[in-house]
């Protein structure tokens, strides 16, 4: 099951500009890799993750092993009304993920 | 042609290669490229690709991308695409926003096989695509040869 960490402010005013940033535990392993037996570790990275705000989708991406173990991401959002950031994401080995931050708006 | 000639001939020439050339160094023909603008011009400017200038080991770089747009409903960046030069996976990743994102702005962290050239193309509501490259020194490779 993976990890990951959402980071919101405390606090956000309607319309404001927000930066959200997501850290996931993952090894993102990029099938190059071989163990201590020196047999290939198969290729597992995250290719697919979507936030929704709300409900409605905010920010989405398609994600390849070029993205560095235990993935970081970065992105902005308006504040509309208070509500939740819901995180999903699918790897390779059809693990899905979930992850929610609450957002508040004053 | 006399050398004076031949100077203020040449000088009358710069501007034509002006930075907003179109494809100047987007390869239009990489079929990467292809595959996300269906054959159409990549214009250089609008994108800013922040990477190192020189990174001492590629397992984690960190990267921000950021594109000059109001992110209104009318006008919106739409995807920004990130490609490598070297790595063994060339599309690294694609970044979907638009007008409820408020700022085109994305950041992550990024592995790279080796110096290269990392090259960032966006998408705009208008359906015009624009990019930025820049080249960063990796000391110490990732991918091929360990995590």
């Known amino acids: 099951m993976a990890l990951a960490r959402i980071q919101v402010p405390k606090e956000a005013k309607r319309g404001e500009l927000v930066e959200v940033r997501i850290v996931i535990q993952h090894p993102m392993e990029t099938g190059f890799r071989r163990d201590a037996d020196g047999k290939r570790v198969a290729r597992n990275a995250i290719h697919s993750l979507a936030c929704r705000y709300n409900g409605a989708e905010v920010f989405r991406a398609t994600l390849s092993t070029g993205i560095a173990a235990n993935p970081f991401l970065r992105f902005f959002l308006r504040a509309g009304e208070s509500g939740d950031l819901d995180f999903w994401w699918l790897d390779d080995d059809e693990n899905e993920g979930t992850a ?7 | 042609m006399k ?38 011009d990549v214009i250089p400017g609008k994108v800013k690709l922040e990477l190192p200038a020189l990174a001492v080991n590629g397992h984690s770089v960190a ?39 408020g700022r085109a702005e ?9 110096t290269q050239r990392m090259t960032a193309i966006a998408e705009l509501s208008d359906g015009t695509f624009w990019s930025d490259q820049v080249a960063v020194e990796v000391r110490e490779a990732a991918c091929t040869d360990g995590g």
């Open chain 2, 106 to 114: 994305v950041g992550s962290r990024i592995r790279l096989n080796g």
């Open chain 1, 100 to 106: 929610r931050a609450r957002l508040v708006v004053a």
């Open chain 2, 3 to 40: 050398r004076r000639g031949f100077l203020a001939v040449s000088l009358l020439m710069v501007p034509l290669r002006g930075k907003t050339q179109a494809n100047a160094h987007v390869s239009t023909t990489d079929p990467l490229v292809v595959a996300i603008t269906k054959g159409k």
């Open chain 2, 63 to 101: 990267m921000t991308v950021k594109v000059d747009s109001p992110m209104t409903g009318a006008e919106h960046v739409r995807a920004v695409h990130l490609i490598s030069e070297k790595n063994p996976v060339r599309e690294m990743a694609t970044f979907y926003l638009g007008p409820h994102s």
